[in-house]
């Protein structure tokens, strides 16, 4: 055995073992508050529980949608029926069905097309956002040309269950999705002249109860604080790569680290989630809502996995994180598959649910496919936004097809050896693998990019100032962070630079439950934003806008008022950060 931890943590990491867990979780169909996938909870929870691990398990309600049965058939001019799904939060049609005209709004603006009253047949997977657009435009049904396999998915921008502010921006409109030969047939038959299609849909959408399974080992230096590292249960059919695979990384890190738990400085909290496909990420909502304390004073890291293993997942360059994560994400990468992990910035996605309360994130997943000339590949890597060259998670993915033989014995062990070696970092280093120069860094050019693109309009100098003022603190605060690991990576090192280490990891948590919130939030600490993408500053951002507007005007005045009160918010979280910072020297000693 290797006397280096972290390669004998790797060389541990058993590929059968793997491929076991995997096979254990995906032996039922796993919908979100289900008896199958109660039985799924109990497999993991005797699993985690024959390891020693101290296991709690929660049920709480939550607004789930199940789809059920859907059913098109044209009316004008009659032909077969189409085959079609429909999709979490659709709204159900009567018994009879919905019969409308058909306008086919591919490739155009759903905000002006003629759809009010009628059925907008678009391209693209069931997208929340575009359900979203084509309701406010009138529509009363979406049929959406999938690519030639029929993806399930949930169409609601709330996320997790919905609050009184929230109820009314529920879906009201009927969603079902057909395959790409059916969308053909359907849009040449709209461009020739009149279509009328009768459209049935059938969802069951109600409050159920649903579980949580956490497991803990304790850390011996740090024993209350922990790497949070989750993943959700609930599955699109038997979804054996999502998130079965997934879940198996979680258990086979937690096996090789209850051999290790006394070497861990910091504890490891696995969060096995309900609700996350077809409640909009209910279960982890649910927990940020009801352990915001804990995890406020506690998470070091949430670390989210999804989707590992995949046959033909080579591509690993593209997984997402924080910016004051990411030089963690791409050591262990590279370390384990000699790949560069771009600087991607984390998606409003995957159990994000802990952003409000300040913890650094890594990862929704970190492999996925290469990119491929196909309609199937272009709409899954549209998924995420914004410039991609993978392929996404395999055309299996959320579909019948997602069974055992998609998943890869050598890549899921490898997906794994990254997960496991992250985990094991964060748990023992003696100073937190946080950069928050990267942060400083990302805040400088967002804040630069909304002040040109506002202009004279407003004025940003006093976020500019602050974000100036963090990047020098943080500077210091990393050189004193990497001469501190350097030393203590070697011994124990003495009572005095023990003590300046815990000061430090102190003053980086402080300093991200400050500036995560106004980097990645409009809502603050206390609620979650829409499940839709969301920029950096996003509560700034408004700024460009106020350009556009005349002076004086009701609107103008209204805009400035709401982004005056913003500019302090953002100005006041970055001088708190550094604030933080400049108090711990006074009081930091490395010894």
Not at 342 to 358: C, L, P, T
Not at 476 to 501: E, I, M
């Amino acid at each position: 055995m290797p006397k280096d931890p972290e390669q004998a943590i790797r060389q541990a990491v058993s590929a059968t073992k793997l491929m076991e867990y995997t096979r254990g979780v995906s032996r039922w169909v796993r919908m979100s508050g289900s008896e199958d996938e109660a039985q799924a909870f109990d497999y993991l929870e005797a699993t985690l529980r024959g390891f020693g691990l101290e296991v709690r398990r929660e049920r709480h309600d939550a607004l789930i949608s199940w789809p059920k049965s859907a059913s098109l058939e044209v009316v004008d001019p009659a032909r077969a029926p189409v085959a079609c799904i429909t999709h979490s939060f659709s709204a159900s049609t009567p018994p009879g069905g919905l019969e409308a005209e058909v306008v086919d709004v591919a490739g155009g603006d759903i905000a002006q097309a003629p759809v009010r009253g009628k059925i907008a047949l678009v391209d693209g997977l069931a997208m929340p956002v575009t359900a979203h657009a084509a309701e406010a435009a009138g529509a009363v049904a979406a049929i959406f040309v999938n690519p030639p396999e029929l993806h399930e998915m949930i169409i609601s921008t709330v996320w997790g269950s919905p609050t009184p502010e929230t109820l009314g921006v529920l879906p009201r409109i009927v969603a079902v999705s057909v395959r790409e030969s059916d969308g053909v047939a359907l849009r040449a038959r709209a461009r020739e002249g009149t279509l009328r299609v009768r459209v049935h849909a059938e969802v069951d959408t109600r409050w159920r109860p649903t579980p949580i399974l956490t497991a803990d080992l304790a850390g011996v230096d740090e024993p209350d604080r922990y790497v949070l590292f989750s993943g959700h249960v609930d599955s699109w059919h038997y979804g054996a790569m999502d998130n079965g695979s997934a879940n198996a990384v979680m258990v086979e890190t937690a096996r090789l680290l209850s051999k290790r738990r006394r070497r861990l400085r910091r504890g490891l909290r696995l969060a096995f989630w309900s609700g996350h496909s077809h409640g909009r990420y209910s279960g982890s909502t649910w927990y940020a809502d009801h352990h915001w304390r804990d995890l406020h004073r506690n998470a070091v890291l949430h670390l989210n996995v999804d989707s590992s293993g995949a046959k033909g997942a080579t591509v690993l360059s593209e997984g997402e994180t924080m910016a004051e994560t990411w030089a963690s994400a791409a050591r262990a990468i590279n370390d384990v598959t000699g790949q560069a992990l771009e600087r991607r910035r984390i998606g409003r996605m995957g159990d994000q649910s802990f952003w409000g309360i300040g913890v650094p994130s890594m990862f929704g997943g970190v492999s996925v496919q290469p990119p491929a000339e196909s309609a199937t590949s272009d709409a899954l890597a549209a998924l995420h936004g914004g410039p991609r060259k993978s392929g996404g998670l395999g055309w299996w993915w959320h579909t019948t097809e997602d069974t055992i033989d998609k998943i890869d014995r050598a890549n899921l062990r490898r997906d794994a050896e990254i997960y496991a070696l992250v985990v094991w970092r964060w748990c023992t280093a003696p100073v937190l693998p946080l950069d928050y120069r990267a942060t400083a860094g990302e805040l400088r050019e967002t804040l630069r990019r909304i002040q040109d693109a506002a202009g004279d309009a407003f004025n940003l100098d006093a976020c500019l100032d602050a974000v100036t003022r963090l990047a020098g603190v943080a500077d210091r605060l990393q050189a004193a962070a990497d001469r501190l690991a350097a030393a203590l990576g070697r011994s124990r090192g003495t009572r005095k630079q023990r003590a300046a280490a815990s000061l430090i990891n102190d003053t980086m948590m402080r300093a991200g439950r400050a500036l995560i919130p106004i980097n990645y939030t409009s809502t603050g600490p206390f609620d979650h934003d829409r499940a839709v993408p969301i920029p950096p500053v996003p509560s700034l951002q408004p700024a460009a806008r106020l350009r556009t507007l005349e002076r004086g005007t009701h609107e103008y005045h209204t805009l400035e008022t709401r982004l005056v009160r913003d500019r302090n918010k953002v100005a006041h979280a970055i001088e708190s950060a550094a604030d933080t910072i400049e108090h711990a020297f006074k009081h930091l000693d490395v010894g």
